[in-house]
């Protein structure tokens, strides 16, 4: 059994994980309950933000329970409660510098969850992505030339890039390393909270052509990073990297989206986010078994509805996302929907490779892949009760 | 006179962050996120950031210099053998902040901006190259408290917290054990 | 009419296929004849439905979404004209092919999204609908044989992209893609590229094999071949909603003629294939190509016969790809007369289906005329294919032959009850189908499709202007002819022999010659593998490694960050 391998690292004392959970707790907490209290204007939920907050939870409490786990349950526990306050923090505080300067304590404090590579590498991402971040902040703010302005919105661009850790700020992957650990904390968890509710409140201070840049560089790097998601996925020579650049698709739709300005575009970067939580994410849990050799790889029956969702086609989660960001590309400039479409269509290369890593799973795991499904089918098919309830 | 102190400031933060960047010892990296966070707040305060941030900024400067004394190389090391990269980049930096924003050191609200960049910049650079655990952890605190002064109250308490914060973590190396 | 009950045969297929899923969880064999019977009952209740409450056109907007996008449902002679040529097959196919239980309720769960995408009242919910149908028939088919990924899916998913590709663009120019809220000049000859590429790749009509052809490659036809009965219909809808969208026309003459030709191309491919085909199965699988040919043909003429007889030809399509599958594995006569039928042989309804196409392409003008020439040409190759067919052994070494005489014998009588009452079948579905789509202009009197136009007074024969010809008065006599004769060979052979005498049944050895070898076999196959021999030039390899950049990058080096950074800093400030 998977739980049952040789420890791979010597155990989180107890206080320590106390203390984590604690916070993340008391954090959450706070935040949820900031409107009520009086110091609480610097926290501000907006509403995709309190959707996405919600799935992480459920995102947490499902793969705690049915995903199989190296690492103890209860460790996952604390971490998972200790991530969801961090989460809660990035979403909701209100000043871009202060999440800059959060990032940084949310990078450091997770990366000292154990790991075969070295602290120091792991905190670099997060601290490049914090400076970014600030510096972007303060040049767009700042008096001056044009260029300063315009370098510091492509500066913030990059920092959301940096922060979710895509192309090119791809981060140094190990195989063995729990996803609790892991690159995947950043790029499936924390990343989507930055980008869902930073551009909102850094729009609000730029200048139209400082606008402009931004999105144009999250338009940019979007497209790169589908493409080099699309191929890297189709390529590779590991499944473990192709789960990787899998994400890297997602977030490129969502980059897209979100580059392109407009409601439609939000709303489908919104989407792509929630998915990425609630069913992308999960589905990269269950495939670690199978990715780190302990059980075969396989094709039934699920595993191809799986790779239908993974391809992104109806009836599931993909479907609206792309039809979204079709819609907004379209009108934006429709030579821009080329790329888009060939790269949706190129989607299904390596769908099938990443469902045959699901493998076959019985018990509560397997009632886990089917839960993850039908999430899945729930958002292809109503993402209209989303949007609503985010205001999008 | 402001003008005067605030610039002052950017340069003793400057110095600290530099001696971070170049020693070897937790006693010199102590002392040198100290002295940037002395700085830093002395620029902040001469470019009128209200006095509850400032101190608090000192404040949590101060405390995560402290808090950095319990783990780390032995003593001092400052400027140990290796170190001339980074005792040239801080060099570059400064030098390139007075090229670039010459106009803004001008004015005491520029100088503590510029200091707050020059400051998030080398610790950033101190992070992107080492490898120990309480070297980055330093220059986290660092890195904090430079870009807290970049904003108004919100973020000099923020950056405040976040070095007094990365200051609790234990720096010592984890012992990682292979599967 | 009320909606719940144009929702009535989809929702019974659901429930089939859930009472299925039941039955095969308690390990009751029950799933193939609940899914059977979830389809007879939907074509009974959409028979009662549309003809017993006056034949009124629906179209329903929900109030919710789907996908994101209104839910627009429509329901006129169009939506059930398709829903039997998708209901029809199925029925038969899940009546009489094996399935276990799991399978039988994927495959009624696949039908009922065919139907749901047929009564899509827009372009997105029809790609939705696509979409949908063709992830489940995938999971059906890659259950047997992986050979599905090979252009199956990359076919489907590029229809079903193109699709909501052509509703997005049409959002975009119109505002809407609502099938009857589009302005008439919105679908220009770009977005109907678009539409036409999408159906063609849905429909599998191109002139090289395509993944309809694929389906009959596995060693069990199940899956395959269901998948084609619901997916062919559903790649032809949007391409005959078109000419609503535009009025009743196309937006060029000369795409339809362009699309017309593509027709016969495919028609032709599928005819060549067939003669060329190592066995019974391979002419076979042919079938439902070269059906679908015909009426892309007839669908391009742009004419009321034309459209009249592309949505006859459809329910032919329907009937072949449920007739095809139930025929094959099997020799004898009643196997020879499903052959024959397929062939489009009179008096079935797919020889009344492309005779009136070919009338309709003679009657349209000059280039059509020479179109409807090459049509014949390649229908007398079907013909020659499935002479030859007689001679071929039933199917490859590794087959799993499953032949099933009383399904041979139900679609062999369902092609000639359609062909006998083909002129009550274009009165009560096709004219009315053609009228939804080719409405008359504002201020016409006269309707474009009109009954007198195509059929004779009395109803009970054709009347073009090219000619007329009276299926029921000469396909009923010739019908009951043969069945006499088939009675009194029976009789006379229990006569002659008091026990069963033993039949030596001898295989042919080695096949039968093609014809012709065709021109563009293995064509896409070695496209493909030309892609994949493709190389970095040896002299350049040290230069360009892929999969040297893809480590650097992905290594998390911070100096390939900050190069990064300092180049963007420096493109964009410049």
């Known amino acids: 059994m998977i739980t049952a391998r040789a420890p791979w690292r010597l155990p989180v004392p107890a206080p320590a994980l106390l203390g984590l959970a604690a916070a993340g707790a008391a954090t959450l907490a706070l935040v949820v309950a900031a409107p009520l209290l009086p110091f609480g204007d610097g926290l501000r939920l907006t509403a995709p933000g309190r959707v996405l907050l919600l799935a992480s939870a459920v995102a947490l409490g499902l793969t705690i329970v049915l995903a199989p786990h190296r690492v103890p349950r209860w460790e996952l526990v604390a971490a998972g409660l200790g991530a969801l306050g961090g989460q809660a923090l990035l979403l909701a505080v209100a000043d871009p510098l202060a999440v800059a300067i959060l990032l940084v304590l949310v990078g450091f404090a997770f990366a000292t969850r154990p790991s075969a590579r070295p602290f120091s590498a792991r905190a670099r991402g997060p601290a490049f992505a914090a400076v970014l971040l600030g510096v972007g902040w303060t040049f767009v703010r700042m008096p001056g030339p044009a260029w300063v302005g315009r370098a510091g919105a492509l500066a913030l661009a990059l920092g959301l890039v940096a922060a979710a850790g895509l192309v090119p700020y791809l981060a140094e992957v190990d195989p063995d390393e729990p996803a609790s650990s892991s690159y995947v904390a950043w790029t499936g968890f924390f990343g989507p909270a930055l980008a869902l509710t930073l551009p909102g409140r850094l729009l609000t201070s730029m200048s139209a052509a400082d606008a402009a840049v931004f999105g144009a560089t999250l338009v940019g790097l979007g497209l790169v990073n589908l493409a080099w998601g699309t191929v890297g996925a189709w390529r590779t020579a590991t499944d473990m990297d192709a789960w990787r650049y899998s994400f890297l698709v997602d977030w490129g739709l969502a980059l897209v989206g979100i580059g392109l300005f407009g409601r439609d575009g939000f709303a489908a970067a919104y989407l792509a986010f929630v998915a990425l939580v609630l069913v992308r994410l999960p589905l990269y849990l269950w495939a670690r078994p199978a990715l780190l050799g302990s059980r075969p790889a396989r094709l039934g029956p699920l595993n191809v509805l799986l790779a239908v969702l993974l391809a992104g086609a109806a009836p599931f989660s993909g479907f609206p996302v792309r039809l979204l960001v079709l819609n907004v590309a379209t009108q934006a400039a429709w030579p821009l929907a080329i790329p888009l479409v060939a790269a949706m269509l190129m989607g299904i290369t390596y769908a099938m490779r990443l469902a045959r890593t699901l493998g076959e799973h019985r018990g509560l795991a397997a009632i886990g892949l089917w839960v993850v499904l039908g999430i899945s089918l729930v958002l292809g098919v109503l993402p209209g009760v989303l949007r609503a309830v985010a205001g999008l | 006179m402001t003008e005067a102190i605030a610039v002052a400031g950017a340069a003793l933060a400057w110095l600290g962050v530099t001696l971070l960047a170049v020693a070897e010892g937790r006693r010199g990296l102590a002392l040198g996120l100290a002295t940037a966070a002395g700085g830093l707040a002395t620029a902040a305060a001469a470019a009128g950031q209200p006095p509850l941030g400032v101190t608090a900024l000192l404040a949590g400067g101060l405390a995560a210099a402290v808090l950095r004394l319990r783990s780390g190389g032995r003593g001092w090391n400052i400027l140990p053998p290796g170190s001339t990269p980074r005792l040239m980049a801080a060099l570059v930096a400064v030098l390139g902040a007075g090229l670039v924003a010459s106009s803004e050191i001008a004015s005491p609200a520029g100088a503590a901006r510029v200091a707050g960049l020059v400051v998030a910049a080398l610790a950033l650079a101190r992070i992107l190259t080492t490898e120990r655990r309480w070297a980055a952890l330093g220059a986290g605190s660092a890195l904090a408290l430079g870009l807290g002064t970049l904003g108004g109250a919100t973020g000099l308490v923020a950056g405040a917290a976040v070095a007094a914060g990365l200051g609790a973590i234990d720096g010592a190396e984890a012992a990682e054990a292979g599967g | ?498 026990g069963e005498r033993p039949v030596l049944v001898v295989e042919p050895a080695g096949g039968v010659e093609p014809l012709f070898e065709p021109p563009l076999s293995g064509l896409p196959e070695r496209f493909v593998a030309a892609l994949r021999s493709l190389r970095t030039p040896e002299q350049y390899r040290s230069i360009l490694q892929p999969a040297m950049l893809e480590r650097a990058a992905a290594s998390g080096r911070p100096w390939l960050w900050i190069a990064a950074t300092v180049a963007m800093a420096i493109a964009v400030t410049r």
């Open chain 3, 1 to 498: 009419m009320p909606l719940a009950s144009l929702l009535l045969p989809p929702v019974l297929l659901v429930v089939a296929a859930l009472a299925g899923w039941v039955m095969g969880r308690a390990g009751v064999a029950g799933g193939r004849l609940a899914a059977a019977g979830g389809a007879w009952a939907a074509i009974a209740v959409l028979a009662v439905a549309w003809f017993a409450t006056g034949r009124t056109p629906l179209e329903q907007s929900t109030g919710t979404t789907i996908a994101g996008a209104p839910l627009i449902l429509r329901f006129d002679a169009v939506t059930v004209l398709f829903w039997l040529a998708v209901l029809v097959p199925a029925a038969l196919l899940l009546t009489f092919q094996r399935r276990s239980s799991g399978e039988a309720g994927m495959a009624a769960l696949a039908t009922a999204a065919a139907l749901g995408a047929l009564a899509a009242g827009s372009l997105v919910v029809a790609a939705f609908g696509l979409a949908t149908c063709a992830s489940l028939v995938l999971v059906l088919r890659c259950t047997d044989e992986l050979g599905a990924l090979r252009a199956f899916w990359p076919a489907l998913t590029a229809a079903w992209l193109l699709l909501a590709w052509t509703a997005v663009l049409l959002q975009a120019t119109a505002g809407t893609s609502a099938y009857d809220a589009v302005p008439v000049t919105a679908l220009g000859v770009p977005l109907l590229v678009l539409l036409a590429l999408a159906a063609l790749l849905g429909s599998g009509l191109v002139p090289w094999r395509s993944w309809i052809s694929d389906a009959w490659d596995g060693r069990r036809l199940e899956a395959g071949t269901l998948g084609v009965a619901l997916l062919v219909p559903l790649g032809f809808a949007p391409l005959v909603r078109a000419y609503g969208m535009g009025g009743g026309q196309l937006p060029s003459a000369l795409a339809g003629l362009v699309l017309a030709a593509l027709g016969v191309a495919a028609a032709l491919g599928a005819a060549i294939r067939a003669q060329a085909a190592a066995s019974r199965r391979g002419v076979l699988a042919e079938a439902v190509p070269f059906a679908g040919g015909m009426v892309l043909l007839a669908l391009g003429v742009g004419t009321p016969l034309g459209m009249v007889a592309a949505l006859t030809g459809l329910a032919g399509v329907g009937v072949a790809a449920g007739l095809a599958p139930l025929a094959a594995d099997r020799r004898g006569p009643l196997s020879a007369v499903a052959i024959a039928v397929l062939a489009g042989v009179p008096p079935a309804l797919l020889f009344g289906a492309w005779l009136l196409g070919l009338q309709a392409a003679l009657e349209a003008g000059e280039l059509a005329g020479f179109l409807a020439m090459a049509a014949a040409a390649a229908w007398l190759l079907a013909l020659a294919a499935a002479a030859r067919a007689a001679r071929l052994p039933l199917a490859p070494p590794d087959a799993e032959e499953a032949p099933s005489r009383a399904g041979d014998a139900a679609g062999v009588a369902v092609a000639l009850a359609g062909g006998v009452g083909l002129t009550a079948l274009i009165a009560a579905l096709s004219i009315p189908a053609a009228a939804e789509v080719m409405p008359p202009a504002a201020r016409a009197v006269q309707p474009v499709v009109s009954a007198a136009a195509i059929l004779a007074p009395n109803t009970l024969a054709v009347g073009t202007a090219s000619g007329g010809w009276a299926a029921a008065l000469l396909g009923g006599p010739l019908i009951a002819l043969g069945l006499a004769g088939q009675v009194v060979a029976r009789a006379l052979a229990r006569r002659d022999g008091a």
